[in-house]
Each structure stands twice: as C-alpha cells, then as structure tokens.
C-alpha cells in the first residue's frame, strides 16, 4: 500500500511538471519593402518602408535616400524623387499607422509595356521587380437605380430639410475575354465638397473660410457570386469594402454582370451628383497582393485563424509593384 502511495505521488509530480522549449528564432537583416501601383497616364508613385522582426512591435519606418530608376520594356525612363507625404492621399498608400516615404516621377506610363524599377540604398540589398500593363477590358453596359433621402441642416435658428437623390443599386456588364485568366477590381469615387470651418471667439460662432472638392472612395456591399466566392470570412455572404475584388473563374470568356449596392454620403450640404465607376483590369499579382492583404487584415486579432501570407513579387525584398488599367463611366445624377 505504502510503496503504491509512492507511485502515485510521483506520477503526480510529474504530471505537475512544465516542459519549456526556448525557440531561436533567427533575426533577418532588415529588407525594402515596396508597395507601388503604376497605371497609363498617370505619375508613378512607389513607397518604400523598411521590414522588421515577427517580435517587434514598432510601427513601419520609411527608406530615405535610395535611389529608383523605372525602366520601359528594359531601357532607364526616369529617376524617382523623394518627397513627403503629408497632405497627399493615395488610396494604395500607407495606412494610418505606417510610416513610408514617397518617390515619385512625372513619367506617364502606358499600355502594352513592361516596366522594372531598380532600387538602390547602401545597407540593402538591390531591389528589383517587373510587371506589365494590359489593356482594360471595357465596361459593356451600366444600369442603376436612385433612392431619394431627406438630410436636415440648420440654417441659423432654422432647420431646413431638403430631398437628395443618391446612387443606389450598380449592374454593371463585363464582356469577358476568353482563353486566359483576368482579375478585376471595381471601384466607385464620389466627388465630395468639404467645407474648412474656423471658430470666431469674438462672437462665438463658426465660419466657413474655404471649400475642397476632392474624389473619395465611397462603400460598397455586394451578395454577388463573383464577388464572394472564396471569401470564407463574410459570415453573412455579403462583401463589404472600398471595392470589389474577384477573378473572371466564373464567367470565363463570357458576358457577365456584377451587381453591387453603393453607400454614398457626403460631409456638406452639398448633394452628391457625380460618381465615378472604374472597372480595372489588374494583373495576377496585384490580384493575389490585394486579396492576400485583405486575408491578412480579416484575421487580424483572431486566435483560431491561420496566419496569411502576403502575396509578394519584389526581389530581394518584400511587397508589391503592379500595373492595372482601367475603364471608367462618370454618372450624373440629376
């Protein structure tokens, strides 16, 4: 009995016992990370930041004083600048709690050409990365409806309420080209009148002192097919974002229309009246960046997912540069 008391003190000792396993985990020389969208007739732009460890929890940092050199179908075409970017929005830029310098160039590519950059900065290793602008697969047909709402403002002492009419529900027809895989990205800017108001102490009231009109990304929400096919973390089957990403694996060669509903808003009193739809054609790894980073950010924070990694084509180095073009059709409303 004695000897048995014995077995099972130690069996519990030993059950109690905790096994640490100390991980190396080896630290990588800091590399470039790019992130650089280029489309025809319009300035290149590419971001550099610097890459840090899996344990660090600081926020990116930029990457001055490099030197890019863009090429077309193999020949030098231009030398990016380096600029600051306050004041400036890229709706591929860095986000809020990034940290990326800007290089850009007056250059203006165009459809049907290769383009590389080359990137140069002492204590990196040189970056290169190449990509290709298609043509845009054009926009076969639009049809929309309009939903009328009321918006109240004040107008001194008195509220004033006024009807506006605002962009509802998109068909948007594709004429998909056959024999090879497209990836498409849809996107809906407003024009957007903001008003810079400042506060007068002597009467303590406010005063508008300027106006911006500026394109805006607006929301779009989508139950379409094509638009959540794969997308195993929508819960409810419906896409909700800045713009809506999908390849053509359904309708492969085939006209098909993507229907998608628009949330238009606006910070003034200012109705809403234009809109521009751009259909882009993008390459597969603009696709597979984009789709990846969406993955990534849907994740984030959720112990039971699998970590996402994101989609890269930069040698020597990590992130992105792609071409895209596009097909657009501006709407009025009345």
């Known amino acids: 009995m004695r000897s048995l008391l014995y077995i099972l003190i130690i069996a519990l000792g030993i059950s109690a016992c905790e096994t640490v396993v100390e991980v190396d985990i080896p630290i990588e020389n800091p590399k470039i990370v790019v992130n650089a969208f280029i489309q025809p007739s319009s300035a290149v732009s590419v971001y550099l930041s610097k890459s840090k460890s899996v344990l660090s929890n600081a926020r990116l940092s930029g990457v001055s004083g490099a030197t890019i050199t863009l090429l077309e179908n193999g020949q030098s075409v231009a030398v990016l600048e380096e600029i600051k970017i306050e004041d400036t929005y890229d709706p591929y830029g860095p986000r809020y709690d990034e940290q990326q310098t800007l290089y850009i160039s007056d250059f203006q590519p165009s459809i049907a050409n290769e383009y590389t950059i080359q990137i140069d900065k002492a204590g990196f290793d040189p970056v290169e990365a190449t990509t290709f602008i298609g043509p845009p697969v054009p926009i076969q047909d ?59 102490p002597e009467d303590e009231s406010y005063i508008i002192t300027d106006t911006i009109t500026y394109l805006a990304p607006v929301y779009l929400t989508s139950d379409d097919p094509v638009v959540n096919e794969g997308d195993f973390f929508s819960g409810d089957d419906r896409y909700y974002g800045s713009s809506l990403l999908f390849p053509d694996e359904i309708f492969n060669g085939k006209t098909y229309t993507v229907r998608f509903n628009v949330e238009s808003y606006s910070y003034s009193q200012e109705p809403v009246k234009e809109y521009i739809i751009s259909l882009r054609s993008l390459s597969e790894a603009q696709y597979f960046y984009l789709r990846s980073t969406d993955l990534q950010n849907e994740t984030e924070g959720n112990p039971f997912a699998e970590p996402v990694p994101v989609y890269n084509n930069i040698e020597n180095g990590y992130g992105i540069f792609a071409g895209f073009s596009s097909d657009k059709v501006r709407i009025m409303l009345e």
């Open 142 to 200: 639009i049809q929309y409806d309009t939903t009328v709402n009321e918006y109240s403002y004040y107008d001194g002492d008195s509220l004033i309420t006024e009807k506006q009419i605002n962009l509802s529900e998109v068909r948007l027809s594709i004429a998909d080209p056959g024999g090879e895989s497209n990836y498409y990205e849809i996107m809906v800017e407003q024009y957007t009148t903001q008003y810079i108001i400042e506060y007068n």
